[in-house]
C-alpha cells in the first residue's frame, strides 16, 4: 500500500504533536529504565536491606500488578461525563502527573534499615506500589492513545524515528548529569534524594509540550471513542483480556517487549556494578561511553528509517533484535582488562557505541509494533481498550523487576557478594558481567528467532486489517 493510498482517508499528525508526544515518551522510559534501574544497588548498598528482603519486596511486588496494572487500565478506559469533554486519555495523563513524580522522589526518602529491615521494606513496598498505580494510569493512557494519534504506517514510522532521537538525546544527557550527582556519594542517600529532585524537575519541565502539543484528542476522536464504547457489546475485564490473548501476534509482541524490557533491565541494573566493582573506575567513567553512544544512536535513525521503509515492522524488529543481542558479547571480554584500567572506559565505550546503533532500531519499532497489534484486536472488540492493552503490556513488563531481582540474588549471593566492599572476588565479578551482559545477549537472540518466525501482521495481512478498521469506523 502506497503512502498516497494509506493517507488518503486521514490527517496526518502534525511533526508539533509527534515531538510532544515524544516528551511523554522520554517521561516514561527514564522512570522505568533509568529512573528505577539504581534501585536494586540503593537499597542493597545504601539502605541496608538484605538480599532476601530485597527479593521478597519484588515477589511482593510482582503479585500486586498482576491486578493492578490491567485491572486500572479496564477501569479507566471508558467514556466518563468528565472526561467526555475533554478526551478519553489526555486528562488521565494530565492527572496523573503530579503524583507519579512526588512519589519517584519518596522511593529515595526510604528510612535506613534497622533491626531486621522491616522498617524499610515497608517503606519501599508502600511507596513503590502507590508510584506504580499513578504510573501505570498515565502510562497506559499515554501509549494507549499514540495508537489512534497516529494511525496510519507512514506516520507510527516518522513519529517513532523522531522520538527514539529525542529520546537518546534527551536520556544520556540525564545519565551524565544523574552520574554526576551520584558520583558525590555513591553509597551515600543524599545524592539519590538529590537527583530525584532534578530529575523530577526536568522532567515537569517536560509534561508541558507533552500536554500542550501531543495528548490533544479532536473532536472527532473524542466522538469515535463514545460512539463505540457505546454502540459495542459490553465486554468484561477478563473477556477483553482472554480476546487480547488469544490473538497471536499480540502474544509475540508481548512476549517481544517482555523480552527487551528484561534485558534492558538486567543491563542498566548492572552498569553500578560493573564500573564499581568489575572496572574498579567508578561510575564517573560512564560520562564518556554515554556521550559518545549518542553520536551511533543517533545517526543510525536514518538507516532504520530507509530499512522500514523498504521491509516492514516485523524485518526491522526481528534483526534488530538479533545484532542488539550480539552486540552484547563482547562486553564479557572486559573479564581480562585489568581491574581499574583505563582501558575499561575505551573498551566499554566501542562496544556501546556498537550497541547502541542496533538497540536505536530495536527501540523505533516499539509501539508501532505495539499499535498494530492494538488494531488488530480492536476489530475482535469492536471498540478501542487500548489503555487495558497496554497494562496487560505492563503486567508483564513488571515481570522484568521481577526477573531482574531474582537474577541478582542468585549470581550475587552465590558468587558472594559484599555490600560496599572496595573489590570483589573474581567469581562475583564474572557473574556480575553474566547477569548484566550474557543473559541479555541470549534473551534477544532467542527473541529474534521467535518473532521472525511466528509475527505474522505483515503485508496483505496488514492491509486487510487497516481497510477493517476503517470500515468499523475504528479510526
Known amino acids: ?252 509482541s508481548l512476549l517481544g517487549y517482555t523480552i527487551q524490557v528484561t534485558a534492558t533491565t538486567l543491563w542498566n541494573a548492572a552498569q553500578l556494578y560493573f564500573f564499581n566493582d568489575v572496572y574498579g573506575i567508578g561510575i564517573g567513567a560512564q560520562r564518556i561511553p554515554l556521550l559518545l553512544s549518542i553520536i551511533a544512536a543517533i545517526a543510525s535513525i536514518p538507516f532504520w528509517s530507509n530499512f522500514t521503509r523498504k521491509g516492514n515492522f516485523k524485518r526491522t524488529y526481528w534483526v534488530a533484535f538479533l545484532l542488539h543481542g550480539i552486540a552484547y558479547l563482547p562486553f564479557m571480554a572486559m573479564l581480562a582488562i585489568p581491574y581499574g584500567s583505563g582501558t575499561l572506559t575505551i573498551m566499554h565505550t566501542v562496544f556501546l557505541f556498537i550497541n547502541n546503533i542496533f538497540f536505536a532500531g530495536e527501540v523505533t519499532m516499539l509501539m508501532p509494533v505495539a499499535a498494530d497489534t492494538y488494531d488488530e484486536v480492536a476489530i475482535k472488540l469492536g471498540k478501542r481498550a487500548d489503555a487495558t492493552f497496554v497494562g496487560i503490556r505492563s503486567f508483564f513488563f513488571r515481570i522484568a523487576f521481577l526477573v531482574q531481582a531474582l537474577v541478582f540474588f542468585i549470581v550475587l549471593t552465590s558468587t558472594g557478594y559484599v555490600p560496599a566492599a572496595l573489590t570483589q572476588s573474581e567469581p562475583t565479578k564474572v557473574g556480575i558481567m553474566v547477569m548484566g551482559a550474557l543473559i541479555p545477549s541470549i534473551l534477544f537472540i532467542v527473541m529474534s528467532q521467535i518473532f521472525r518466525k511466528y509475527y505474522t501482521l505483515e503485508g496483505k495481512e496488514k492491509d486487510d486489517m487497516i481497510k477493517a478498521l476503517k470500515e468499523a469506523g475504528l479510526y
Open 1 to 252: 500500500m502506497s503512502k498516497k493510498e494509506e493517507l488518503s482517508e486521514w490527517k496526518i499528525a502534525p511533526t508539533k504533536k509527534m515531538a510532544g508526544y515524544g516528551f511523554g515518551y522520554i517521561i516514561v522510559n527514564y522512570l522505568l529504565l533509568y529512573g528505577l534501574s539504581s534501585m536494586d544497588f540503593f537499597y542493597r548498598n545504601v539502605i541496608g536491606l538484605s538480599a532476601e528482603l530485597i527479593l521478597a519486596a519484588m515477589i511482593i511486588f510482582a503479585i500486586w500488578n498482576m491486578i493492578n496494572d490491567p485491572l486500572l487500565g479496564f477501569l479507566t478506559d471508558r467514556p466518563m461525563k468528565w472526561t467526555k469533554k475533554r478526551g478519553l486519555r489526555a486528562p488521565w495523563v494530565v492527572l496523573m502527573t503530579a503524583p507519579m513524580l512526588i512519589f519517584f522522589i519518596l522511593i529515595w526518602t526510604a528510612p535506613v534499615a534497622t533491626g531486621d529491615g522491616m522498617n524499610s521494606l515497608i517503606y519501599l513496598l508502600v511507596i513503590v506500589s502507590l508510584f506504580d498505580s499513578f504510573f501505570s494510569i498515565y502510562n497506559g493512557h499515554l501509549y494507549g492513545g499514540y495508537t489512534n494519534q497516529f494511525p496510519s504506517k507512514f506516520e507510527r514510522r516518522k513519529s517513532f524515528m523522531l522520538m527514539t532521537v529525542m529520546l537518546f538525546i534527551t536520556l544520556i544527557v540525564l545519565q551524565v548529569v544523574q552520574s554526576l550527582i551520584l558520583e558525590a556519594g555513591e553509597i551515600e542517600q543524599q545524592p539519590y534524594i538529590t537527583n530525584s529532585i532534578v530529575m523530577v524537575i526536568i522532567l515537569a519541565i517536560f509534561t508541558v509540550p507533552t500536554i500542550k502539543f501531543g495528548i490533544g484528542e479532536s473532536e472527532e476522536m473524542k466522538s469515535m471513542f463514545i460512539e463505540k464504547y457505546e454502540s459495542a457489546e459490553k465486554a468484561s475485564f477478563m473477556e477483553v483480556v482472554k480476546t487480547a490473548l488469544k490473538t497471536k501476534n499480540f502474544r509475540i
